[in-house]
C-alpha cells in the first residue's frame, strides 16, 4: 500500500502531463484498485459497486472520495480520503475541488452519460476532456507481485479443473457442474471464480458465450468448461473441451484435433515486439489451410488479463499494436456446430521473451480430449 | 415466455409515445431481463455482460441483439433476436436499424459516454433523447409471479442465517463467514448470493457498506450480518445484527433498543399511497426523540427490490414519489459508533393496503438482539 501505488500514480501523471491534461478523475473499478491498492465495498463481482468511488489525480494529490462514514485522513503515499453521503455521486463531489481553469481527464468508458452531465456542471468552468483508457494501457505490463498473483489464480483454476477430471458429471446439470467448479476454487484459496463459471454440454459446447444451465450431461456429450479464479483481484481464464462416456467419435477426436493445432499456432504466435494480431493470424493460417475440410465457422479471441479479463491489450485481426514482455493475455479457439456442439480451447500466457523460454504457459491442465 | 413480456413492452410503447418517442432502445440488463425474459449470458454477479445485449423496442417490432452466432430468429410473441460480431456493440447495431426521421429513447444512466458516442452515430439522422428510469419505473410494481420468486429469496435468505445461528462464529473471520452464508444460500437453491454478503464484526459492525474483510470474530463483538439471496433474477436484501457471546453489555443492549425502534417504525409507516419519505421520517422521528441521549450518527436506507438490489423507488427524506401496492422495499437503519461498532437492522417488505395486512415482510429471521 505503499510506493507501488505511489508510483503508478505518478505514472498516470506523466501520462496526463504529456496529453495536456492538469488532472485525471478515475471511475473504472479496476483502474480504481490498481492505483490505491483498494478494492472498494462490493467483492469478488464487481471491484466496486457502480458509482460508489472516484480517484482525483493531480500534479500535487491524489483524493480517494467514497461514500460512507469517514473522515478526511491522510493514508500515507500521499493519498488521501474523503467520505461522502451515500446518496452522493463520488466522481461529482471530487470535480467539485478541481480548481479552475485547469483541464481535467475523465474516463468516457465508464461515465455514464447522466454521470458525465452531473461531473461537468460540477466542474463547471473546467475543460472535461476523454482520458481515454490510459490507466488501462498503464496497467498492461504486469510487476513480479502481479504476475505471482496470477500464477496461484491459474495453479487454483487447475486445481479445480483437475478435481473435475475425477468427479462424475454424466447427469448433472451445467449449472450444478458450474457451481461446484466456484466452490472449489474458493476453497483453494480464490477470492471466488474469474467469472461466472461456463460448463455447456451437448449441443452447447464449444461456444464462446453460453450461461451454465439446466441442460443434463450425457454420455456421447462434448462438455466444455470455462472458468477461471480470481485470487487477490487478479484474474485468469481457461477453456478445456471433454467427451463424456468412453471416448470421442471419430467426428469429436477430428475438430478437437483441428481446434487443438489452431490454438497452439496462436500461443506459439505471441512474442515480445509480435503484433497484438499474431496470435489469430496464426490460428485462422491453421484453420483455413483445412480448406472445405473445415468449413465451420470458427471464433478466436484473446485479451489482457489482471485486475479483469477481458482488458488491454486486446488481440485480434484488426488490432495494431504490439506485445510487450510481462503482459498476460489469454488464447482462446472455439468451433461450435449448430445441433452437435464442439470444442473450445483456451488459456492464459505471459508474454515473455524468446531468450526466456518464450511465452509463460499459466494454465496447465492438459489440452488433451480427455473422456470423463 | 410469452404474453407477460408482450405486455411489458407494450407498456414500455405507451410510456414513449407518451413522451413523444418513437423507439426505445434497452441496455441495462436488469431492464433487458424484464422485458424479454432472458437474461444473458453472465450469470447472477450481473445479468449481463456489459455491453452484450440491446434490445430495441418500435412500434411494431421488439429486436434482441447479442453477441454471438444466432442467426435472425423469431422467437415467438414478437420479439426477434440478432446476432453480432464478438467485437461489436449491439446497442450500434440496433440504433443503425432505426428508421429515418424517428427520435429514439436511450438510457443515458446506463450508456456510458462513449458508448452513447457510438450509438448517436450509427443513429446519425435520427434524434436521440434521455429515455430516463422509464423502464425502472414500469417495474417497480410486482406481478403476483415475482412476487412469488421474492417470497422464495427471502425464505432462502432466513434458512442461510437460521443456520449461522446454529453455528459458531467466534474465532472465524468475515470472509469466511460471507462465503458460508454464501454456499448455503445456494444450497438451499439460490441463483447465488443477491450482493456479496456483508459480515462486519467488532468496530465493524452497524456499517451500511463493509466488505468482508479478514477480522475474525470475537467474544463481546457485536456482529452483523448483511444478506440476501437471488432467486430466479430476483433479490431480497435482509441484515441482522447479534453479540457474540454469553450477552450483551448494557451498551449492545441499550443500543440494539433503539436502533429497532427506529427501524420498526420505518416498517410500519410503509402503506399504499404514503410518501417514499414515511420511512426514513418515521426512524428518525424516534432517534431524534431520544435527544441528547441518541448523539450518535445514524443513516436509514431503502430502495426497491427485484431484478436488482436499490431499484425504484428510491426511499428518503427528500423523496416526493408515492408508494403503491405490491412494491417491494428494503428499510434499515443502522449506527456504527467509531471503535466499537453498533446496530444494523434492515428487512424487504412488500407494500400492501392496510385492509390485507400491511406490509408484508419477506425476511421473517428474527430482530432480537441474539447471543452466539
Not at 112 to 138: F, K, M, N, P, Y
Request: proline fraction near 3%; charged fraction near 25%; charge should be negative.
Amino acid at each position: 500500500m505503499s510506493d507501488v501505488h505511489v508510483e503508478r500514480r505518478d505514472r498516470l501523471r506523466e501520462r496526463c502531463s504529456a496529453t495536456g491534461l492538469d488532472a485525471a478523475l478515475i471511475t473504472h473499478p479496476a483502474n480504481l484498485r490498481w492505483l490505491t491498492g483498494s478494492a472498494g465495498g462490493a467483492g469478488v463481482g464487481s471491484d466496486s459497486a457502480e458509482g460508489a468511488r472516484a480517484l482525483l489525480v493531480t500534479p500535487a494529490a491524489a483524493v480517494l472520495a467514497a461514500a460512507g462514514l469517514w473522515s478526511d485522513a491522510d493514508l500515507g503515499g500521499g493519498l488521501t480520503r474523503v467520505g461522502t453521503g451515500p446518496a452522493d455521486d463520488p466522481a461529482v463531489v471530487l470535480a467539485a475541488r478541481c480548481s479552475g481553469g485547469s483541464s481535467l481527464g475523465v474516463e468516457e468508458h465508464d461515465l455514464t452519460v447522466a454521470r458525465h452531465r452531473a461531473v461537468t456542471a460540477a466542474a463547471s468552468l473546467r475543460q472535461i476532456r476523454d482520458l481515454g483508457c490510459a490507466v488501462e494501457q498503464l496497467r498492461t505490463v504486469k510487476d513480479e507481485q502481479e504476475l505471482s498473483l496470477l500464477r496461484i489464480a491459474g495453479e487454483i483454476a487447475d486445481q479445480a479443473l483437475g478435481e473435475l477430471l475425477e468427479s462424475i458429471v454424466a447427469g448433472r446439470t451445467e449449472r450444478h457442474l458450474a457451481m461446484e467448479l466456484e466452490r472449489r476454487m474458493i476453497d483453494h484459496g480464490a477470492d471466488g471464480a474469474a467469472f461466472p463459471v461456463r460448463v455447456g454440454t451437448g449441443d452447447h459446447s464449444g461456444r464462446a458465450a453460453h450461461a451454465s444451465g439446466d441442460r443434463r450431461v450425457e454420455e456421447g456429450d462434448f462438455l466444455t468448461v470455462a472458468l477461471g479464479a480470481c485470487y487477490r483481484g487478479y484474474r485468469v481464464s481457461a477453456t478445456r473441451t471433454f467427451v463424456v462416456g468412453l471416448g470421442p467419435a471419430d467426428w469429436q477426436a477430428e475438430l478437437h484435433r483441428q481446434v487443438f493445432s489452431a490454438q497452439r499456432a496462436a500461443r506459439e504466435a505471441l512474442a515480445v515486439g509480435a503484433g497484438q494480431d499474431a496470435a489469430d493470424r496464426a490460428a485462422h493460417r491453421v484453420l483455413d489451410s483445412l480448406g472445405h475440410a473445415f468449413g465451420h465457422p470458427y471464433d478466436t479471441s484473446g485479451a489482457g488479463v489482471g485486475l479483469e479479463i477481458g482488458e488491454e491489450p486486446h488481440l485480434g485481426l484488426q488490432e495494431l499494436g504490439k506485445l510487450d514482455n510481462r503482459v498476460p493475455v489469454t488464447v482462446g479457439v472455439g468451433v461450435s456446430l449448430p445441433g452437435r456442439g464442439g470444442v473450445r480451447i483456451e488459456d492464459t500466457l505471459v508474454v515473455r521473451p524468446s531468450e526466456d523460454g518464450g511465452p509463460e504457459l499459466l494454465t496447465i491442465t492438459t489440452k488433451e480430449l480427455l473422456a470423463l
